[in-house]
């Protein structure tokens, strides 16, 4: 008898409208409206469970609506998590406010900051209510299943090294920046790396601390964010790209000492730092596909779009990514296989607020990042960006940009089958 770890032939083979690969937000979002909508589809992660470190933890009052709309925001607000409500900028020169959500429109007038395994576990669990979500972990895809010039699904091979198959109507990737579908595609993404790369680490927070909501430290030539995480300060320790190397060779001590004079009321825990196991360092890239579509096959999030860390609305323009995928793909899935130009509206749909989102991110890491890491100069936000700041309604938009985007993306009824 065959082993079927070591046979290309996949042990089972079962069929959905649509295969989802990857179980971020943006994937979870999408399968969770699907299964809703009376669309079975499958949910494949390659990870055992959602619980990994230094993912992006911020929810944006865009998506805080459409966890109302869906029912989960009390859920959601009862785990403990921390509120960020302005941004700011501070110098040796002074403070001034970047963004400030306490203005918009919403019942949600902050990012509420959560561990992401959380909200993926509220997700997961209310998207197996329905008899029409599976989920499977430890699903490893490693081929695309083509026939006729279509993508028809995907292999993946499970905990055991055994191949499985999925045969699907549309098959989404959602599987991040580096994604293994989009390679297995064919698709390779454009753009620009960057000035910057970002050491990334919490340290624990104390009673006595201010609620300083998301603030950026500039000083002396060292770029220091940070985002309030409820029981702890999570850190940005922003750096010019590609020299982690050689901040790693200066040791911890010159990261501590860097750290502490920027921000000079965390210097009483500074050394909690002692292992270099205690960081990840994020390669900021900033990336997008010509195209986010072939047939049978979709990209979304930063399968189709790797964003900049700036203003940390990754995650948000993610999930718009993939509310925008079912307000438009859930009646051509429930009839069948969606049609090219079906696919082709969403890239439509969502690619204008991408750049536009990009565009600000680049300006923003050119006039704020880049000079803020030059050491030996006094840095000083550009003029007309502080005079605009102050002006009524044009000091709302960095507010409206970070929570929305462009615009808002709401979640369309869908109609009864």
Not at 101 to 124: A, D, G, H, I
Not at 126 to 152: C, H, T
Not at 409 to 415: G, S, T
């Amino acid at each position: 008898m065959t082993d079927p770890a070591s046979s290309d032939s996949p042990v089972s083979v079962t069929e959905t409208r649509c295969a989802i690969v990857g179980a971020g937000p943006a994937g979870a979002i999408l399968a969770l409206l699907l299964a809703r909508a009376g669309v079975e589809v499958a949910l494949l992660e390659s990870h055992a469970d959602f619980d990994r470190d230094f993912r992006g933890d911020t929810i944006h009052p865009a998506t805080l609506e459409l966890l109302a709309a869906l029912g989960l925001s009390e859920r959601l607000h009862e785990l403990p998590h921390g509120k960020l409500r302005t941004m700011r900028i501070l110098t040796p020169t002074g403070s001034v406010t970047l963004a400030d959500l306490s203005r918009l429109r919403t019942p949600f007038p902050y990012v509420m900051t959560l561990p992401q395994v959380k909200l993926l576990e509220l997700l997961v669990a209310e998207a197996g209510k329905s008899p029409n979500f599976q989920l499977r972990m430890q699903a490893n895809v490693q081929r695309l299943v083509e026939a006729d010039g279509e993508v028809r699904g995907v292999r993946y091979r499970d905990a055991d090294n055994a191949w499985h198959e999925v045969r699907a109507e549309l098959t989404v990737a959602a599987d991040g920046r580096f994604s293994k579908v989009r390679h297995l595609a064919g698709i390779e993404p454009k753009g620009t790396a960057p000035p910057m790369d970002v050491v990334w680490f919490r340290l624990p927070k104390r009673a006595t601390d201010e609620a300083h909501g998301a603030e950026i430290c500039v000083s002396g030539g060292h770029f220091v964010v940070l985002l309030d995480r409820g029981d702890e300060w999570q850190i940005g320790y922003v750096i010019l790209k590609g020299t982690f190397a050689a901040v790693r060779s200066a040791g911890l001590p010159e990261l501590r000492k860097g750290l502490a004079s920027t921000v000079p009321w965390l210097a009483d825990r500074v050394e909690v730092l002692q292992d270099w196991k205690q960081v990840a360092v994020l390669n900021v890239e900033s990336t997008r596909v010509d195209c986010w579509h072939k047939p049978g096959l979709l990209l979304i999030g930063d399968a189709a779009h790797a964003m900049s860390p700036v203003g940390g609305v990754g995650i948000n323009v993610a999930i718009q990514d993939a509310v925008a995928a079912a307000n438009l793909l859930t009646v051509p899935l429930r009839r069948g296989r969606p049609s090219d130009d079906e696919l082709a509206a969403v890239q439509r749909t969502r690619e204008p607020a991408v750049k536009a989102i990009q565009r600000v991110q680049k300006l923003l890491q050119e006039t704020i990042a880049k000079p803020g890491l030059t050491a030996g100069s006094e840095f000083r936000l550009p003029l007309p960006l502080r005079l605009a700041l102050k002006i009524p309604g044009i000091r709302n938009i960095p507010g409206y940009m970070m929570a929305f985007g462009p615009h808002r993306v709401r979640l369309q009824e869908q109609p009864a089958r």
